[in-house]
């Protein structure tokens, strides 16, 4: 049986592989499994189908395939079409298994199906603490549990904030194991309207709780628990960021250098990195396939003697993907960065054994295998941002350097680097603005001169890492590096402050950017096949594009919304209009760039409000007919029944009863800020209850929002 359905699968791919009449796919047939693997994942996220419903399917293809085998070849050659379709079936059944089991709460090791509260918690801690403004952070392994008398071994991580003591230091590092009985709090989203889903994010992570401990709520212990490989790899990051930090002087250049080699970006400073995405050259400072492809290059040339001779072939294979896959593992392995080591290490086989493959078929491949072995690298923006550049490379990158010619070798480089740079932004565009909200309009100029100079720079810090055993070559070194880094730093201000260096508030849903890559692909294929007949096509995705953009605008101009944000410890709300938009809270939190663009700029995204009015010292607004109250401050309140409000929204630890309210007021309805004490608050909530009345916590349930 076993034989006949190995036979069976394979003889269903070849036949599936000669349905199409596309040439692409005739030279990347991994396509078609891409395909299928992916909807298959996408599926099993998005509708969450039992294991037992997922095992069912592949069961049934399976026998489908074993049965439609067994058929004479006149049958076989009449529904092999009926094979093709069971295969795709079933990967897209296997992607939805492996889906499933990616996610670290369908384990049946995970932590969270036996703790509870009180439960003794051993984890151990998988990095470095990295300091935050109020605490320690670690992200740590659950090691096991223990709870009346008995030991669980356990799976899954969980963010640790230490109390932010300089002698805390003393006790917790890399390995360490630490033991508390403290409740641990699942990690939830702030619910503020268009923000980060930072619930999901952490859950494909494996994380899913974190904790907050002070130096009396846990013990710990310097005895190893993480693998000797996991060990390496902290040493060598470790040692390496020591290099840098000791020889590079300067506040800013260290942590340029120490994200441009390894990844490392807890050092940045937030309006440096800001600077380098509204300059379109973010991919600098993001560990991506551009780092791997300098190092390939360097070998290469470093190694071509050994290509000459077929026997020494494949020791230079061995040696490039020894010294690849040391740097993207060291460096972080991003899904940008895996996705060129696995392309690279196709490329490399096929070197060595001196076969051409296509590069279609190798991104198809290489994205494939990625998926299998990380389902939910199919959310992550690096990942999409990389695959979509390259494909744009392989794409348009011969037709726009056929654009110009050049006899100068000098203008033919400069040219050819700047081809390369438009081919990238065309796929990468609709990505970007669809992620981030924004284009940056001067990416030509940036890319032209910041690659080649972070070029020097990698090499530099290669070469700072190789000569650190000699202090006087390694001091010489770093020094040069500083003054190069801080070149690309200042370049990168100048460009960043010229006027109109990029556009903000852009939006586009999911829907607007599907049809943006539709209108790129008819548009390419008409301009580089001369197909007249697409251009009604992509003219009618045109007009769909428009209308649909037209509908947004004019559902979110409706009528005014109020939205009361989740900003932990501070007032926070808007009041959105067209597009306008009226802050009404702390000004720590306008004023602040991260709090503004992490909690406050997504949701005017959302709604299109960009343009800001002044504010008000109001506590008292008559909004669409509605009357909003703002108690943010102690004071006499009027006499009952001389004003009515149909919203009260209590910041701080005010001193008032919710009933005391409500007599003055007539209010029915109140909603208590992120900056309210978590005790009032659940004083607060059983007044509400007591009385019948409609309350809100935003720390507790998100952020308010209300069409007035």
């Given at each position: 049986m076993r034989p006949c359905l190995y036979r069976s699968i394979l003889f269903s791919y070849l036949l599936y592989m000669n349905l199409t009449y596309a040439p692409v796919w005739k030279e990347a047939p991994f396509i078609r499994l891409?395909?299928?693997?992916?909807?298959?994942?996408?599926?099993?996220?998005?509708?969450?189908?039992?294991?037992?419903?997922?095992?069912?399917?592949?069961?049934?293809?399976?026998?489908?395939?074993?049965?439609?085998?067994?058929?004479?070849?006149?049958?076989?050659?009449?529904?092999?079409?009926?094979?093709?379709?069971?295969?795709?079936?079933?990967?897209?059944?296997t992607g939805m298994l492996l889906t499933y089991f990616k996610n670290i709460t369908h384990q049946r090791n995970w932590f969270g199906h036996r703790y509870d509260k009180g439960t003794m918690v051993i984890a151990s801690l998988?990095?470095?603490?990295?300091?935050?403004?109020?605490?320690?952070?670690?992200?740590?392994?659950?090691?096991?549990?223990?709870?009346?008398?008995?030991?669980?071994?356990?799976?899954?991580?969980?963010?640790?904030?230490?109390?932010?003591?300089?002698?805390?230091?003393?006790?917790?590092?890399?390995?360490?194991?630490?033991?508390?009985?403290?409740?641990?709090q699942p990690i939830?989203?702030?619910?503020?309207?268009?923000?980060?889903?930072?619930?999901?994010?952490?859950?494909?992570?494996?994380?899913?709780?974190?904790?907050?401990?002070?130096?009396?709520?846990?013990?710990?212990?310097?005895?190893?628990?993480?693998?000797?490989?996991?060990?390496?790899?902290?040493?060598?990051?470790?040692?390496?960021?020591?290099?840098?930090?000791?020889?590079?002087?300067?506040?800013?250049?260290?942590?340029?250098?120490?994200?441009?080699?390894?990844?490392?970006?807890?050092?940045l400073d937030r309006d440096l990195v800001q600077q380098y995405s509204n300059t379109g050259v973010i991919h600098v400072i993001a560990i991506s396939g551009m780092h791997l492809a300098m190092i390939y290059g360097f070998l290469v040339i470093l190694l071509k003697p050994l290509q000459a001779k077929a026997h020494t072939k494949w020791i230079r294979g061995v040696i490039i993907l020894l010294v690849l896959w040391g740097f993207t593992l060291v460096s972080g392995a991003g899904a940008s960065?895996?996705?060129?080591?696995?392309?690279?290490?196709?490329?490399?086989?096929?070197?060595?054994?001196?076969?051409?493959?296509?590069?279609?078929?190798?991104?198809?491949?290489?994205?494939?295998?990625?998926?299998?072995?990380?389902?939910?690298?199919?959310?992550?923006?690096?990942?999409?941002?990389?695959?979509?550049?390259?494909?744009?490379?392989?794409?348009?990158?011969?037709p726009i350097t056929n654009w110009m010619y050049f006899k100068n070798k000098i203008p033919e480089a400069v040219w050819k680097m700047a081809a390369v740079t438009l081919s990238a932004q065309i796929l990468t565009t609709p990505l970007s603005i669809y992620h981030f909200h924004q284009l940056p309009n001067l990416f030509l100029l940036s890319n032209l001169v910041i690659v080649p100079l972070s070029g020097l720079t990698l090499y530099g810090e290669i070469f700072l890492c190789m000569v650190s055993f000699s202090s006087p070559v390694a001091q010489f070194t770093g020094n040069l590096l500083?003054?190069?880094?801080?070149?690309?730093?200042?370049?990168?201000?100048?460009?960043?402050?010229?006027?109109?260096?990029?556009?903000?508030?852009?939006?586009?849903?999911?829907?607007?950017?599907?049809?943006?890559?539709?209108?790129?692909?008819?548009?390419?294929?008409?301009?580089?096949?001369?197909?007249?007949?697409?251009?009604?096509?992509a003219l009618c995705i045109t007009l769909v594009f428009t209308t649909t953009r037209a509908i947004d605008i004019i559902l979110r101009y409706r009528q005014p919304i109020l939205v009361v944000y989740n900003v932990p410890q501070y007032r926070a709300l808007d009041i959105l209009k067209s597009n306008h938009y009226l802050f009404l809270g702390d000004p720590a939190v306008e004023n602040d760039h991260f709090l503004r663009n992490f909690h406050l700029r997504p949701t005017r995204h959302l709604f299109r409000a960009t343009k800001k009015q002044p504010a008000t010292a109001a506590d008292f607004l008559s909004v669409s007919g509605k009357n909003i109250l703002i108690l943010n401050s102690p004071g006499t309140l009027p006499a009952a029944g001389s004003r009515h409000a149909d919203i009260i929204i209590l910041s701080g630890n005010m001193p008032f009863r919710i009933q005391q309210l409500t007599e003055t007021f007539g209010c029915r309805q109140f909603i208590f800020d992120s900056s309210c004490p978590a005790w009032k608050t659940r004083q607060w909530k059983n007044e509400c209850d007591s009385l019948h009345l409609r309350r809100h916590s935003v720390s507790e349930e998100g952020a308010f929002v209300l069409n007035l």
């Open positions: 891409l395909v299928a693997l992916l909807t298959g994942i996408l599926l099993q996220w998005y509708t969450a189908a039992p294991l037992t419903l997922i095992l069912t399917a592949i069961s049934f293809f399976v026998l489908t395939l074993t049965g439609l085998s067994f058929l004479k070849v006149p049958l076989l050659l009449r529904y092999n079409w009926l094979k093709a379709v069971a295969l795709m079936m079933l990967i897209a059944a998988k990095e470095t603490p990295i300091e935050k403004n109020r605490s320690f952070k670690v992200l740590a392994d659950v090691y096991a549990l223990a709870d009346k008398g008995q030991l669980f071994k356990t799976k899954g991580e969980i963010i640790i904030y230490f109390q932010k003591d300089s002698s805390l230091l003393e006790q917790i590092s890399f390995g360490s194991t630490i033991l508390f009985n403290k409740t641990l939830q989203n702030a619910g503020n309207p268009g923000s980060f889903d930072y619930k999901r994010y952490s859950l494909f992570q494996g994380i899913t709780h974190q904790v907050y401990l002070t130096g009396s709520d846990f013990s710990s212990t310097h005895g190893q628990l993480q693998p000797l490989f996991q060990q390496w790899l902290h040493q060598c990051r470790h040692k390496i960021l020591k290099i840098l930090k000791t020889h590079i002087p300067g506040k800013d250049e260290p942590a340029i250098a120490e994200a441009l080699l390894i990844g490392y970006r807890e050092d960065i895996l996705r060129s080591a696995v392309m690279f290490s196709f490329i490399v086989a096929g070197e060595s054994f001196s076969r051409q493959v296509s590069v279609y078929h190798t991104l198809a491949a290489s994205a494939f295998f990625l998926l299998c072995a990380n389902p939910f690298f199919a959310w992550d923006v690096g990942f999409q941002l990389s695959y979509a550049a390259v494909l744009s490379i392989v794409i348009f990158l011969k500083h003054y190069l880094i801080k070149a690309m730093n200042v370049f990168i201000s100048f460009v960043n402050n010229l006027p109109y260096a990029v556009t903000h508030n852009i939006r586009v849903d999911l829907v607007q950017t599907i049809l943006l890559y539709a209108l790129l692909v008819i548009l390419a294929v008409w301009l580089m096949k001369k197909k007249k007949g697409l251009l009604p096509y």
